[in-house]
């Protein structure tokens, strides 16, 4: 086998669709993922091949995975963008640590539970940083956050959301969400400090929908406790969750975050151990975490812990 050349590494275009490749494991889903057609991600990687002097890829049955050289070349390559995004940050800090802009993509409940404080302490720290906040979900957080329109994305723990082992990301762990019972203010167990799900048994629930982090997390919950839950009112919304409850229509899981504003005509209560919970984290592409901006913003964010 010939030796490579010595630029190699120097179509980074094509070795972000490889990365791409790797995590999501399949050519249509990177399709996907980088808003292109299956035919051009087929080609980038048969050029970056050629490129290369190596098969990238390799069929496996009816699928096609990347080859053990193309693993160990993005092992590399993982440096090499951290190494890039470390230097990008670096000149965008240059002249004053505390200007810029910083992007942030987040789940709803963060931007209403979460974020304002979060920006009350950045004003006070650094007034002259602009934050900008938007509202954005896995997997679609994520792939925003690799095309660089987003500086940092704010999530749960859940399907779609990268793995903690996922090399193009630094996380920051922001604890536990836990949920606690919400009860209409003249229900049988509104006194109890403390409720055991299982007592809700016989109760018409409302949730989320299975697709979504809390209605798994309410699914899950319930059947750790030894039940199915009878879910009469299914939504993501938790002002409407929190509105259903209060009239009487059901019991629920509600997040601490969004415990914001409750109506009259609603309690909460915690539940007894283990209460059920969400995990958030902060993640920016691997290399940010070097800015002393994103340093302050992650930090600011790490202050809830």
Request: glycine share 6%.
């Amino acid at each position: 086998m010939k030796p490579l050349s010595t630029d190699f590494m120097d179509d980074l275009r094509r070795l972000r669709v490889l990365r791409e490749f790797r995590e999501r494991g399949s050519i249509t889903a990177t399709a996907t993922a980088l808003h292109l057609t299956a035919s051009a991600v087929s080609q980038q990687l048969a050029g970056l091949s050629r490129h290369l002097g190596f098969p990238v890829t390799q069929p496996e049955g009816r699928r096609v995975v990347l080859t053990p050289r193309a693993r160990t070349l993005l092992a590399h390559a993982d440096a090499v963008f951290a190494h890039i995004e470390r230097a990008r940050h670096d000149l965008d800090s240059w002249d004053d640590i505390t200007h810029g802009t910083v992007t942030i993509g987040a789940f709803p409940t963060a931007i209403t539970g979460l974020l304002p404080e979060f920006l009350n302490n950045v004003r006070a720290q650094a007034p002259a940083l602009k934050i900008r906040l938007c509202e954005a979900e896995p997997p679609e957080l994520f792939d925003q956050l690799d095309a660089g329109h987003l500086t940092v994305a704010l999530a749960v723990s859940f399907a779609g959301s990268p793995a903690t082992t996922d090399p193009r990301y630094h996380r920051v762990d922001l604890g536990p969400d836990e949920l606690d019972a919400a009860l209409p203010s003249d229900h049988p167990l509104a006194s109890e400090d403390r409720i055991d799900l299982i007592a809700l048994a016989a109760e018409s629930w409302i949730s989320g929908d299975g697709q979504g982090c809390c209605g798994a997390i309410t699914t899950t919950a319930c059947a750790a406790a030894g039940f199915v839950p009878d879910v009469a009112h299914q939504t993501n919304d938790w002002q409407a969750v929190a509105q259903l409850v209060a009239h009487g229509h059901g019991v629920a899981l509600i997040p601490r975050l969004a415990q914001r504003a409750l109506p009259d005509g609603l309690v909460i209560r915690p539940i007894t151990d283990p209460a059920p919970r969400r995990h958030i984290f902060a993640a920016v592409p691997q290399g940010a975490q070097t800015s002393p901006v994103i340093d302050l913003v992650l930090k600011q964010l790490a202050r809830r812990v």
